[in-house]
Nanobody
């Protein structure tokens, strides 16, 4: 399994942007499907975006479609989440996750590896 470390969270005003990064250990990163989830205080962990091995296919939650972009750089063992036009309701801890399989996975049970999370706070 890969080890995952997120970074890039912080405090931003509504309408602003942030880019999250998730660095993975291991030599087989390119064979992991990746995703971002988020968990607001007192709520369940929700799917945000997913990407396949080579980055050729992506999937988004309806709430972030058109505002967030997931991408990956397999040479750097890193997956990114570019977040634009942020809203207060985007406030949450954001987690990246890895699945040792090919596909666009959207359920928390599909993923065996998780990062520790990074806090994103959007002020109104």
């Amino acid at each position: 399994q890969v080890q995952l470390v997120e970074s890039g969270g912080g405090l931003v005003q509504a309408g602003g942007s942030l880019r999250l990064s998730c660095a993975a250990s291991g030599r087989t990163f390119s064979r992991y499907s990746m995703a971002w989830f988020r968990q607001a205080l007192g709520k369940e962990r929700d799917f945000v975006a997913a990407i396949t091995w080579g980055g050729g296919s992506t999937s988004y939650a309806d709430s972030v479609k058109g505002r967030f972009t997931i991408s990956r750089d397999n040479a750097k063992n890193t997956v990114y989440l570019q977040m634009n036009s942020l809203k207060p309701e985007d406030t949450a801890v954001y987690y990246c996750a890895a699945a040792r399989a090919y596909g666009l996975f959207r359920d928390v049970t599909d993923f065996a590896s998780w990062g520790q999370g990074t806090q994103v706070t959007v002020s109104s």
